[in-house]
């Protein structure tokens, strides 16, 4: 049997060892409860100190935050990522070029008829006994016309470079004499001639070159390649869904981008078309992310994220497309500028292919 003071002793030792082991359980779990990165400890020394942790709790005085702090700490577990890729498609910018000069803007109409007027003021004067005989048809015609413009020129309306008005050679705000019209009017009229033959003498008829403005342009039809004759027009196509685009479509098997783009015009637009791939490299790209991704493929684990689109540039020679018995599902299309390809395709889309695109 111990003694009073023998027993007091040991009491006393217990106590400062539990005393100890309680004080190290409220250290370990202060360190426990600050974030990982504060105490840069991995995960397998974590787990080290969790063993201590439980150890010094049962030996000490059992306390339930350690159990709290024990279940916090989720258990390290191992999976199988999934691959992620994209579908790679080829695309084709298929164009038609400009048939025309642009248009002139109005300042460039007055500059040039300008530019006309005071050369006929610089030039030396006309003398068309050098190209034509006196009191022939020919020169009985000449003077007919040079009394109705005062000029020789043809084509910058009623002008007298020699008079006392000669100076003021200007045309006037509002004028129509700058205007192409109102030019291919005035050559027109001026190569008609008159015929005594068979009768009293009448002007023979000059055909007038093709209007600049044509019957498709005129009806909105956007299907036809004879509109926007000094434009630069696209052709786009849709599906069953309703959106427009460039003609696309997946690569099959170990096929180039360029035999991709040959193989998919004809697919969409049929045999009728002249067209010419420029070019071996695409010009651009765009990029459709999906917004679930799919399972490719289940044993590779490849998930698919979207669709990437590499376009390629070709030109329509000759021909028209033709969507009868085409393998890809379209059912329009149409050939628009760029500034009308802004208002057909989607935001996402016109972003990535704006700068493909020519302004005229």
């Known amino acids: 049997m111990f003694s009073g003071n023998a027993r007091l002793g040991v009491h006393q030792l217990l106590l400062d060892e539990m ?11 202060s360190q426990l409860n600050r974030p990982l990165a504060n105490q840069g400890i991995c995960k397998s020394c974590l787990r ?8 010094a709790a049962a030996e000490g005085v059992p306390n339930p935050e ?3 702090v024990s279940q916090q700490v989720p258990p390290v577990t191992t999976g199988t990522a999934l691959n992620e890729a994209y579908q790679i498609q080829a695309g084709v910018v298929l164009s038609r070029p400009p048939l025309l000069t642009r248009d002139l803007h109005p300042f460039e109409k007055a500059f040039f008829f300008y530019q006309k007027r005071l050369n006929e003021r610089l030039a030396l004067p006309f003398t068309r006994y050098f190209y034509y005989q006196r009191d022939t048809p020919a020169d009985i015609d000449w003077k007919k016309k040079i009394k109705e413009r005062l000029t020789p020129a043809r084509d910058i309306g009623v002008y007298n470079a020699y008079n006392k008005e000669g100076w003021n050679d200007e045309i006037l705000v509002g004028a129509t004499e700058s205007e192409p019209e109102a030019i291919v009017d005035a050559l027109v009229k001026d190569a008609q001639v008159e015929s005594e033959e068979d009768g009293p003498a009448k002007k023979e008829k000059v055909e007038k070159p ?9 009806a909105g039809d956007v299907r036809s390649l004879n509109r926007a004759l000094s434009r630069t027009l696209y052709l786009v196509v849709t599906g069953s869904k309703g959106v427009w685009g460039f003609p696309s479509g997946v690569l099959e098997g170990k096929e180039s981008l360029q035999r991709a783009a040959e193989r998919l015009l004809v697919q969409a637009g049929g045999v009728n078309m002249n067209t010419w791939i420029v070019g071996h490299h695409p010009v651009g790209h765009h990029v459709h992310k999906f917004w679930m991704p799919k399972l490719l493929d289940e044993e590779k684990k490849t998930k698919l994220l979207g669709e990437k689109t590499f376009f390629m540039k070709a030109r329509i020679m000759a021909g028209q497309a033709n969507l009868k018995d085409n393998k890809l599902g379209l059912q329009d299309y149409k050939w628009l500028a760029k500034d009308e390809l802004q208002r057909e395709l989607h935001p996402s889309y016109w972003n990535s292919v704006k700068n493909m695109l020519v302004e005229r």
């Open 66 to 68: 350690l159990t709290l």
């Open 210 to 218: 093709m209007p600049r403005i044509t019957k498709a342009d005129k």
């Open 48 to 55: 080290a100190l969790n063993r201590r942790y439980s150890t």
């Open 19 to 29: 005393t100890r082991g309680y004080n190290e359980s409220r250290r370990l779990l």
